[in-house]
């Protein structure tokens, strides 16, 4: 096929590569070493480069030749050879976990730089050109977080949102929203934006010794929107993983019975709206986009009506019969909550506060908290995408990956969230991955662009290769196919042209 000639720049990709060290092997598809591959877009034609992060993490397990750092679902143990005091004082070291710098999720950029991004307080400088891995950066040094997400938002003036998980500092839980700026002083500019990070303000949570877990959170225009769900890290257990020999995964426990908290801050004044909104449990990875109307905040999310998504992604549960034995018990959702900010404070009790045309509710409660039901959208999506222009504005289209029963995705789609009408782009034992959408420079609607996702086949005939779809009318515009094993991955980014080339000058 033929590209358009406005695509010019580098698609990134990170996600988990390598599984097996010399003789050990990691139990969860995703601790695995991350590898990067990039797709660069250059006068009609696409060059491909993968790579593996030299995370600090990646360097000591090469050079001990087995697993030697922990990840989330893979406890590693020190030197079998080593006197007993060396391990007694291993064990006591693991109690606060040092966390790894294998960030094998996502992509972030952070002032003129690029990042490869984990769940930990970890992040890695790369090069978006060559790959190359550059410095360690360590949040918990500019701010007090432990964990921190892979997903940020980006302001209009390129500043970073992102959240993390203080664990039990000075006597308390609570997740920190902070923002990292796109730019330093003039008179600073050897000096890392980091060190202008600004906390935007912290929400206690629910529990001292159980914090939820989240991996994204949304945006609108005045608002930032943090869900606490029922599924929870226990930090005591955290703490004596290392000594009972188990992972961290086996730390986190979901509560069906228990609610969902919706948190929502106002960015201007940094405060947390004070009335109560709940729906039921559920647990969500994705956020996919946010706005508001008419007094009330719309959300639309991913969730999932248990948490057996990640048990899937143990390697045992991969092996070739995998279509067959990994089903999901639960599909995933797309749901829209739509939640009256301003409503009038004498309604009855019992009454449904949302006045927008929608079947998503938000019922007065006796004491005064406000339960949320949604309006489901569409079943079977994940890895939402949209045009991020659109970002914290009333939108339509979301590009996602289709999964139907098993976990692994089958099909990209495009789903119009205002006529529920979906197109889709599959083919026999292609796998996608998470679709990105890109606009054309002189995009006049929303879907003015292309659509771009890596494709891995289990056709031993058929090479791997990176699609472009017309974004308007899913058709194929192009594909390269890349004669190497490429992976499955995560996430990603489209850096254009003219941004790629500002950081190499």
Same mark, same amino acid.
């Given at each position: 096929g033929q590209l358009p000639t406005w695509l010019q720049g580098i698609l990134l990709r990170n996600g988990p590569g390598m599984h097996t060290i010399g003789e050990s092997r990691y139990n969860h598809w995703f601790d695995g070493l991350a590898l990067l591959h990039s797709f660069t877009f250059k006068n009609g034609e696409v060059y491909y480069r993968s790579k593996y992060l030299r995370s600090d993490t990646y360097n000591c397990n090469i050079e001990a030749n087995r697993i030697v750092v922990s990840e989330f679902g893979t406890m590693a143990y020190p030197d079998p050879c080593k006197n007993i005091f060396a391990k007694a004082f291993s064990y006591l070291s693991h109690t606060i976990p040092e966390f790894t710098d294998n960030c094998l999720i996502n992509i972030m950029k952070a002032g003129d730089d690029f990042y490869a991004t984990g769940e930990t307080n970890f992040i890695r400088k790369i090069n978006p050109q060559t790959l190359e891995t550059l410095e360690k950066v360590d949040y918990s040094k500019y701010v007090a977080v432990n964990l921190a997400t892979s997903h940020p938002h980006y302001d209009s003036a390129g500043n970073v949102l992102n959240m993390g998980t203080s664990i039990v500092d000075k006597g308390k839980t609570k997740y920190v929203l902070f923002k990292i700026p796109s730019s330093v002083p003039e008179r600073e500019k050897k000096k890392s934006c980091f060190k202008h990070l600004e906390v935007v303000c912290s929400i206690p949570s629910h529990s001292l010794l159980h914090p939820s877990y989240y991996h994204s959170f949304g945006l609108s225009e005045n608002y930032i929107i943090f869900i606490e769900q029922p599924f929870r890290l226990d930090i005591v257990k955290m703490a004596t993983a290392y000594i009972r020999g188990v992972?961290?995964?086996?730390?986190?426990a979901y509560n069906k019975d228990d609610?969902?908290?919706?948190?929502?801050i106002d960015r201007k004044t940094k405060k947390e709206v004070s009335t109560k909104f709940y729906t039921d449990a559920f647990?969500?990875?994705?956020?996919?986009?946010?706005? =508001? =109307?008419?007094?009330?905040?719309i959300f639309d999310l991913i969730s999932y009506a248990d948490n057996s998504l990640y048990d899937m992604f143990y390697l045992k549960n991969l092996g070739k019969d995998f279509e067959e034995n990994v089903k999901l018990t639960s599909i995933p959702t797309c749901k829209r909550f739509v939640v009256p900010l301003q409503y009038d404070k004498d309604a009855e009790v019992g009454s449904n506060l949302v006045r927008l045309a929608s079947t998503a509710t938000a019922v007065k409660e006796k004491d005064g908290n406000i339960y949320c039901q949604p309006e489901v959208l569409c079943e079977g999506i994940e890895l939402p995408h949209i045009n991020y222009d659109y970002n914290g504005k009333k939108y339509k289209y979301v590009f996602a990956t289709k999964v139907q029963w098993s976990p692994v995705p089958t099909q990209i789609a495009k789903f119009n969230t205002q006529t529920k009408e979906m197109l889709q782009w599959g083919q026999n034992h292609c796998w996608p991955s998470e679709p990105i959408f890109v606009p054309s420079p002189d995009a006049k609607e929303e879907d003015d662009g292309v659509v771009l996702t890596c494709v891995v086949t289990s056709d031993p005939k058929e090479a791997p290769f990176l699609l472009v779809l017309d974004a308007k009318t899913f058709t194929e515009l192009g594909r390269a196919t890349v004669n190497v094993d490429m992976h499955l991955d995560l996430h990603g980014m489209f850096i254009p042209e003219r941004v790629v080339k500002t950081e190499t000058e």
């Open positions: 992972n961290w995964a086996s730390c986190l609610k969902t908290w919706f948190h929502f647990v969500v990875f994705h956020h996919i986009n946010a706005y =508001e =109307e008419d007094g009330h905040i």
